[in-house]
């Protein structure tokens, strides 16, 4: 018998400048972007450190590829999905053998904060230390990429840029810096814990129906550049209004695309309106929301109490979860079989 077997740990990120449309000059299945966008890699405070683990093991004893998440098996557009990266990773390491993939989350899959970034991220990982162990993690990102865009910003800890490109090769993410260059909590108002019926696989392709489109890529073009100069000069303040300004750009082409994509549910509005107050009333933080109802709030580290008070304050807001900026996705030794 002859096998390849690795795992890794990724964690999921929250877009600051967000990725919201593919660009239809590629092939759908690239995921290539509008627009160059910027995350944060985050890390549960806690407990609860809000990420996957992977196990996938390649042999010439397996007779089909077979994929278990937490227990049950993916079938349909995941096991697509999952395909579309580990098909790409096994061609360029010229390997033929089925898998066996197992992942788990360590944290409830029905919280509302199920996450495909961190999923694809740990995959590629896993799956390129297994078949090709000699990618960087820019590499890497590229093959994430093609699972889920969001994921490709997931390989590097802290704060990300993943640059739009024009080939599967060129559409990278890259760290912008890591986890301590910008002082930033963040705590998640989890509103609703239901799968949204329209997912953001299926949501990319409207972005282009809406009028607000094309603004929306050319102000994400400048602000992804200003965005980078904000993190690396540790400036809070210049961050925020960018990184709200975006959310609400694309939930405006969100609501104005045919068919129209409305994620917010009242307790979303209750907190953007809580947010606004605070700062009126001479307190700091922002909001960010990504294709659903639940609202991410940063603050300086000093501050997330406080912001986590207010949010339980919010009778719509089910719970909280205080994350913060979190360490490179890495190979563990520890496998799930
Ligand atoms: O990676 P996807 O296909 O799940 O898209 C992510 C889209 C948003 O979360 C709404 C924005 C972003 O940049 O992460």
Redesign the pocket.
Known sequence: MSSLKASAIAHS???F????GRDKNHPKEL?I?LND?V?MTKEGIGRIKLQTHTTIEFSDVFSKDTAILEGREITGRGMERILSVVDSLRNLAGIKYFFRLESRNDFPTSAGLAS??AGFAALALATSNALKPDLTLDEISTYARLG????S?SLHGGFVYWHKGDSHETSVAEQICSKGCLDIRAVIAVISTEEKKI???Q??EYADTSIYNQPRIDESIKDAKIIKDAIIRNDFSAAGKIIEKSCNL?HAVMMTSESPLFYWEPGTIKVIKAVHEARDNGFECYYTI??GPNVHVLSKPRDMEKVKEMLENIPEVQKTICVKPSKDSHVVDEHLF
């Open positions: 990120n929250i877009a400048i967000k990725y919201w995921n972007p966008n995350s495909s970034a889920s865009g969001s994921a910003r997912k953001s696989d949501g990319h694309m990504d294709a």
